[in-house]
Nanobody, 122 residues
Framework: QLQLVESGGGLVQPGGSLRLSCAAS????????IGWFRQAPGKERDVVAC????????FYGDSVKGRFTISRNNAEGTVYLQMSSLKPEDTAVYYC???????????????WGQGTQVTVSS
């Protein structure tokens, strides 16, 4: 059964850093694009970052460019989101998601994890 599990969320002060992990199981991992999304209370879900199957292409939402870095380890079946210079407006539930096989960052993401809470507050 295809499964994505996020971890690494928590409470951090403004200006701090966190690294989120997304562990995949039950499916071929390296033939799918993986994205990170977030949803704050009362707001729509936004794309944070996406990484291609090989890891050679990445995409970032405007609000996180220069502060967040997405990476993947296909051998381990894990995607990471390194978040730095965190701001209170980064507070949200963060989800990772996978496309169908051979998908790109422009494809529909059909498989979702349960999410991990990130709270940026002093």
């Amino acid at each position: 059964q295809l499964q994505l599990v996020e971890s690494g969320g928590g409470l951090v002060q403004p200006g701090g850093s966190l690294r989120l992990s997304c562990a995949a199981s039950g499916f071929a991992f390296d033939d799918r694009a993986i994205g990170w999304f977030r949803q704050a209370p009362g707001k729509e879900r936004d794309v944070v970052a996406c990484i291609s199957r090989s890891g050679g292409t990445t995409f970032y939402g405007d609000s996180v460019k220069g502060r967040f870095t997405i990476s993947r380890n296909n051998a381990e079946g894990t995607v990471y989101l390194q978040m730095s210079s965190l701001k209170p407006e980064d507070t949200a539930v963060y989800y990772c998601a996978a496309t169908e096989r051979w998908g790109t960052c422009g494809s529909t993401f059909n498989y979702w994890g349960q999410g991990t809470q990130v709270t940026v507050s002093s």
